[in-house]
């Protein structure tokens, strides 16, 4: 899409998923933890686009939707791998480890979660979890809603999966864990910088933005070296503090 049609599309936009996260927030289906750490932070990016993130806005949503739904899975339990198919359950679990890099040694640098430093670290999580699948579940109904509304103005050429509904404190069923792959969803990229990183081959002739990747993996490698007591099999793969 243009950039003039987009910007204009992203402005009529931004208000209502300001409207929508703030109906979901207030529907009391999903747990304080997911509100603090997750959906104020969004607020926040929305309220004031380009000030804390350079994500596009359906980035934004689609790493606020992976990060709110992977603390309600650690919450609550919702997740079982006897449930969903292990395939899935199982990409669903390395993603949410990379997402996640860092960030229960970070938690665990504060006694208590200021609204500024639960958006500080929310940031980088909402970031790597933007740029691949989304996962959708029966949470954020309202959000996801209006997601697949704006992705099809987008000019995005897709049906529109059917959204999964049920209890967000229950363990959810093959229904009700999908997996939507989105434009930056891009398995080539992924094996890319894994055999430029795991063969060492020459990085200099890059773009910057795959240099970035690169080094979040590089960090996420020493990061998991100090903390495999967290590094999940299991769906919980981060603190609720």
């Known amino acids: 899409m243009p950039l003039i049609p987009l910007y204009e599309l992203e402005n009529t936009y931004y208000p209502k998923f300001i409207e929508a996260l703030e109906l979901d927030l207030h529907t009391s289906n999903h747990s304080a933890e997911v509100i603090h750490q997750v959906l104020n932070p969004a607020l926040s990016l929305l309220k004031e686009p380009g000030k804390y993130t350079g994500l596009s806005l ?3 949503m689609i790493g606020t939707m992976n990060m709110a739904i992977t603390l309600q899975i650690t919450k609550y339990g919702t997740l079982s791998p006897e449930i969903v198919e292990s395939t899935l359950y199982d990409k669903y679990i390395r993603e949410a480890n990379y997402w996640f890099t860092g960030y229960n040694t970070a938690l665990n640098n504060y006694q208590g979660l200021s609204d500024q430093d639960a958006l500080r670290l929310a940031i980088p999580i909402i970031e790597r979890a933007s740029k691949g699948c989304l996962y959708i579940t029966p949470c954020l109904s309202h959000t996801l809603n209006l997601f697949f509304e704006y992705y099809i103005k987008l000019g995005n050429d897709f049906i529109p999966p059917n959204l999964p ?6 363990k959810w069923n093959q229904e009700q864990f999908l997996c939507f792959n989105t434009i930056y969803s891009s398995s080539l990229l992924s094996h890319s910088l894994f055999a430029v990183k795991a063969y060492r081959l020459p990085t200099t002739n890059l773009p910057e933005d795959l240099q970035d990747e690169l080094n ?3 960090a996420a ?3 998991d070296e100090e903390d495999d007591a967290d590094k999940i099999t299991s769906p919980s ?3 609720i503090i």
């Open 237 to 239: 793969c981060c603190n």
């Open 221 to 223: 490698d020493e990061v």
């Open 58 to 60: 359906d980035q934004i």
């Open 165 to 170: 509904t049920g209890n967000t404190f229950h």
């Open 216 to 218: 979040i993996l590089s």
